[in-house]
Each structure stands twice: as structure tokens, then as C-alpha cells.
């Protein structure tokens, strides 16, 4: 039988490469959006002529009624969920000072509390087959920190502090839980950045240049066929930052 995954924000940047990577795996796909549906249906249509499994479902992933009726729809229809990804995230560049309570909520929200929400949510399931696989897409601001960017560090800090306790978790039931930190990638997270913010990242890079979509979705392949790998944060980043 097929695997089942759930990729959430995979409308566009490495949510959309993870989802084609799983799809031509032979994976089935639902790949999760909030408010794009033309990038979602195009992703979809684009799949589909190529004979993939592909499905596409909406929800605002910050909510837990939403992150409850994505996971309702993929059991009720496919009947199991072997992978899920972890991927829809918002950043924000403010001073501490700047920063207000809803700014605040809406980064949790988002970022955090969605993650901890779909883990609860497919969880039963997966625990009940004794197989699964959680990937977080956390960031290497998680780890080291970044100026301005305080909360959105905050939470991929915190994405990985699940990582390693719900590993420790649900182990025992063979279920794998990791997180990828990205370094610099090129999506629209980061449109904003002049070219000389971006050079000065490439000098700063053994590997010579920022990361791309691409190279997220490598790594993913590679961890939804490891047997050995949990609890575990891998930075892909080119060695612009090594801890
Ligand atoms: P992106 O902005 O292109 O993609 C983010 C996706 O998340 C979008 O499709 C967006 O619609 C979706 N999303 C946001 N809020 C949502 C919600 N409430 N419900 C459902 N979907 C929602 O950026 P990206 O670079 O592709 O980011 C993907 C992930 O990678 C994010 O978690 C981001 O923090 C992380 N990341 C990115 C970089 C980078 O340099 N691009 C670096 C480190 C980590």
C-alpha cells in the first residue's frame, strides 16, 4: 500500500519541493495550504499529469479546529498516515521593542503551536501501526539566534526541544521524530534581502552560495528511509554555520 503524507504550507518555496520529492517517491500526498489555492491547485494539476498521488487540502494550521479537520480528511480517506512534515512557518524582522502580543501569538501560533497540534492530532494513528515519521522544519535561527528575529527564534528553538522530547515520546512505538534547520534558502521568506545581504552570506559559506528548496527535500528523502536517526536536528546549510 502507498505511504500517506501530510506536508503542511505546501503551496510554494520548500513546502512545494518536499511535496513533488514525496509525490514522485510514489508517496501519497495531501499537501496542506492556508490561503494560496491557485499555487495549490496548479501544484496539484502539475503532479497529477505526471501520474502522481497528489491531494491538496486547506486549513490554517495555527488553529487547532483546522489542524484537527486536515488529519480528520486524510484518515477518513486514505486510512493511515505514515509521514508527516512540519513546514508552514512566518517570520518577522522587529526589535524586541517593536514586538506586540499579537505578533507574538501569531509567530506561536504558527510556527509552534501547529507543529505540537498536527503531532497530537496523527499521533494515534501512527502509534497504533507502530510506524511513523515527524519532520520539523525548524532553522539554524533556532540554534544560534538571530538580531531582530527574536520570536521567530524562539520558536524554531522550540520546534526542536519537541523534536527531541517526542522522539524520546514515542520511540518505542518506531516512530522517528527529527528536525531539519535550514541556513539561507531561496524562497520568498526572503524576498526582502538586497543582493549584498545575500552575497555577504555566500563569502561567509564554505559551500559558496545560499541553499535551495531542493536541497531541504534531498535531506528529507534521506530521513524518510533511515531506521536509525531520531531525536536528531540537522542543519543544511552550505557550512555558513557550523556549531
Ligand atoms: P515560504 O514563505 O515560501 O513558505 C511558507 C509556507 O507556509 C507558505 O506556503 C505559507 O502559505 C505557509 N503558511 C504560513 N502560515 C500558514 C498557516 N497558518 N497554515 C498553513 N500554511 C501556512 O517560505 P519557506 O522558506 O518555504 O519556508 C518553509 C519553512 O522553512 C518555514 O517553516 C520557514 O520558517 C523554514 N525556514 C526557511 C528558511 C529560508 O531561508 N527560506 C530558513 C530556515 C527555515
Not at 48 to 60: M, P, R, S, T, V
Not at 117 to 143: A, D, E, F, T, Y
Not at 169 to 198: C, F, Q
Amino acid at each position: 500500500m502507498n505511504k500517506v503524507a501530510i506536508v503542511t504550507g505546501a503551496s510554494r518555496g520548500i513546502g512545494k519541493e518536499i511535496a513533488k520529492m514525496l509525490a514522485n517517491e510514489g508517496i501519497q500526498v495531501i499537501a496542506n495550504y492556508n490561503k494560496s489555492e491557485e499555487k495549490a491547485l496548479k501544484l496539484k494539476k502539475d503532479l497529477e499529469e505526471q501520474g502522481k498521488l497528489i491531494d491538496i487540502f486547506k486549513a490554517d494550521v495555527s488553529k487547532q479546529e483546522e489542524c484537527e479537520s486536515l488529519v480528520k480528511y486524510t484518515l477518513e480517506k486514505y486510512n493511515k498516515i505514515d509521514i508527516l512534515i512540519n513546514n508552514a512557518g512566518i517570520d518577522q524582522y522587529k526589535l524586541i521593542t517593536e514586538v506586540t502580543k499579537q505578533d507574538w501569538e501569531d509567530m506561536l501560533n504558527t510556527n509552534l503551536y501547529s507543529a505540537f497540534c498536527m503531532c497530537q492530532q496523527v499521533l494515534p494513528n501512527m502509534i497504533h501501526n507502530k510506524s511513523g515519521r515527524i519532520i520539523n522544519i525548524s532553522s539554524i535561527w533556532g540554534i544560534v539566534g538571530a538580531s531582530q528575529e527574536i520570536v521567530y527564534s524562539i520558536t524554531k528553538a522550540g520546534l526542536d526541544a519537541l523534536t527531541k522530547s517526542l522522539a524520546k515520546e514515542v520511540g518505542p512505538s518506531n516512530i522517528k521524530v527529527n528536525s531539519i534547520a535550514p541556513g539561507l534558502i531561496d524562497t520568498d521568506m526572503n524576498k526582502d534581502l538586497t543582493e549584498d545581504e545575500v552575497k555577504y552570506v555566500i563569502d561567509q559559506t564554505p559551500l559558496e552560495r545560499i541553499g535551495k528548496p531542493q536541497d531541504i527535500a534531498k535531506c528529507i528523502k534521506w530521513l524518510i528511509e533511515d531506521d536509525f536517526t531520531t531525536g536528531q536536528i540537522i542543519s543544511i546549510n552550505g557550512g555558513w554555520i557550523i556549531t
